[in-house]
């Protein structure tokens, strides 16, 4: 089956530093990945969306310069919070879409980030 | 457009007793759905989904949903809890040549012994 992992599980930094977390699909090649915001007991929202090898799409509201989205390879999407502030805590979950349309979509089990 | 509306932000079941989370759902194209269960700080599992043939679907861990296109609805059951389902379930809509989910807010299951 599809594996997405995501890397690191938790995170807590210092206010107005940067964080970065990982999505990789591990068995197969993902032409298309989802960054996904959930806050305490509410649903996902879905923040970004990116395609191996060009800019992301970012949903409105979403501050592009803020949350940066890079998706270098099939394998690998990173997600940065750049200079978090303690409103930036919360879950990030990533989806993962395989280019043969075979898996589906399948999610990261998520980072909780805490800005402290 | 598309929209998910979940029914019953909590729900409370006995141990072994039916397990019905409601979803509805809106969309101006066919709908893919899907039920999701979200276990504390982890990511989503899929348990269940439909897009096209049949409307009764049946998923893991005992799971099924139907799709009933005259009542907009895709609600999930199980006939007999089990402690461990106790999460939080999410209904999401998504349809043929688009690849955005819209989520539900979420249905937390509580179960009782």
């Known amino acids: 089956g599809a594996v997405v992992s995501q890397h690191p599980s938790w995170v807590i930094c210092k206010s107005g530093t940067s964080v970065k977390i990982e999505c990789r699909s591990l068995?197969?090649?993902?032409?298309?990945m989802f960054w996904y915001r959930q806050f305490p007991k509410q649903s996902l929202m879905l923040m970004a969306t990116?395609?191996?090898?060009?800019?992301?799409?970012?949903e409105q509201g979403v501050e592009k310069d803020k949350f940066l989205i890079n998706h270098a390879s099939l394998t690998l999407s990173t997600l940065t919070v750049t200079s978090a502030h303690p409103e930036d805590s919360s879950f990030y979950i990533c989806?993962?879409?395989?280019?043969?349309?075979?898996?589906?979509?399948?999610f990261g089990s998520g980072t909780r980030l805490t800005v402290v | 457009a598309q929209s998910v509306t979940q029914l019953g932000s909590h729900v409370s079941v006995s141990e072994g007793a039916l397990v019905l989370l409601r979803c509805n759902y809106s969309s101006s194209v066919p709908p893919y759905l899907f039920w999701y269960v979200q276990y504390p700080n982890q990511g989503l599992q899929l348990l269940l989904k439909?897009?096209?043939?049949?409307?009764l679907v049946k998923g893991i861990n005992g799971f099924e949903a139907e799709f009933k296109k005259s009542e907009t609805s895709f609600h999930l059951t199980k006939p007999s809890a089990h402690m461990s389902d106790a999460a939080e379930y999410f209904c999401a809509v998504s349809g043929p040549g688009t690849y955005k989910y819209i989520f539900g807010t979420g249905t937390r299951l509580k179960v009782l012994a």
């Open positions: 989806s993962a879409r395989d280019a043969g349309g075979v898996y589906g979509y399948t």
């Open positions: 439909y897009t096209t043939g049949a409307t």
């Open positions: 068995d197969f090649q993902a032409t298309t």
């Open positions: 990116s395609n191996e090898g060009s800019k992301a799409t970012y």
